[in-house]
């Protein structure tokens, strides 16, 4: 693999992506020797890097012809990439569904730390709307998708989380009180529907449900957001419906994904 003398390389990790790269281009399983002569690497450091990655699952040994092949690791990381693809893919589909039925602006956040971060969105088509990008990322106690999900998490769990956390002014009606934000996530775990009043933003109002998977942890949280002129009672009711029907949908979605059969393991480990 060629580099620019000019990029910083980290040689054990180079070492690393070469040899799984040369397994996974290689119609065959491979020998010590064989890999220590491809890639130039002496046998002694050979032996610690394949023993490494085969404790961890990225290499399988095939005791008799002492060779070997890429491990189940790997395909559990592909596997795992290609789920979170897909289960954006939906999601994508459900937020626009929820914008299309609220005619507001509907997206789906996941958790980064203390904040999260919008990884799917659609925006409403009205004059009058909250316009939001992919990639923005806001304080968990300040915006209602944030507020879903810390409401879903055990109390033991929450209360560590809220312990650490810095309560930031955003605006006016930003809750910087951590006893305001327990009772109120609270009334949220209760209820299942979590709301932001121009707690992120003056003149708009978040309501958000959080995402479930099947160990009742939060994947995320699917929100609607919206100006406060617009916040009345029949219309909070039809945005309340949207949210619970794209909560069924997506947690169904996790549901089957979490329910596909494993693939068997290959390959036998070194005696």
């Known amino acids: 693999m060629m580099q620019s003398s000019k990029e910083p390389t980290v040689k054990s990790a180079d070492r690393v992506l070469d040899l799984l790269e040369l397994l996974c ?10 890999l220590s002569s491809a890639l130039s690497i002496p046998k002694s ?3 610690q890097l394949l023993g490494n990655l085969e404790r961890r699952g990225y290499l399988s040994f095939q005791a ?34 929820t914008a ?8 789906f956040y996941k958790r980064r730390g203390d904040q999260v971060e919008r990884v799917t969105v659609a925006n409403s088509q009205r004059p009058l709307r909250y316009w939001m990008q992919v990639g923005e990322s806001m304080p968990l106690h300040a ?25 930031t002014k955003v605006t006016a ?25 121009e707690e992120f933003e003056e003149g708009v109002i978040g309501i958000s449900v ?11 949280s699917l929100s609607v957001v919206f100006p406060t002129v617009r916040d009345k009672p029949a219309h909070r009711k039809i945005i309340i419906d949207a949210l619970r ?27």
């Open 25 to 34: 281009s290689s119609s065959h399983p491979l020998t010590h020797t064989e």
């Open 64 to 97: 008799g012809p002492n060779v070997y092949e890429l491990g189940p690791a790997v395909s559990r990381l592909a596997e795992a990439s290609k789920s979170s693809s897909d289960f954006l893919h939906v999601a994508q589909n459900v937020v626009d569904i």
């Open 245 to 271: 029907t794209g909560k069924a949908r997506l947690e169904a979605e996790i549901g089957r994904a979490g329910a596909a059969p494993a693939r068997p393991r290959s390959g036998k480990s070194k005696a």
């Open 45 to 47: 450091s050979m032996s």
């Open 143 to 167: 915006t209602s998708g944030g507020k879903a999900i810390l409401a879903s998490l055990q109390q033991s769990q929450r209360d560590r989380i809220l312990s650490r956390m810095r309560l």
């Open 210 to 220: 959080a995402i479930l998977n099947s160990d009742h942890q939060p994947e995320g």
């Open 100 to 107: 299309k039925t609220t005619r507001e602006t509907a997206s």
């Open 173 to 197: 009606n930003t809750i910087i009180s951590h006893a305001a934000l327990r009772e109120e996530l609270a009334v949220t775990a209760k209820t299942g529907i979590a709301y932001s009043r």
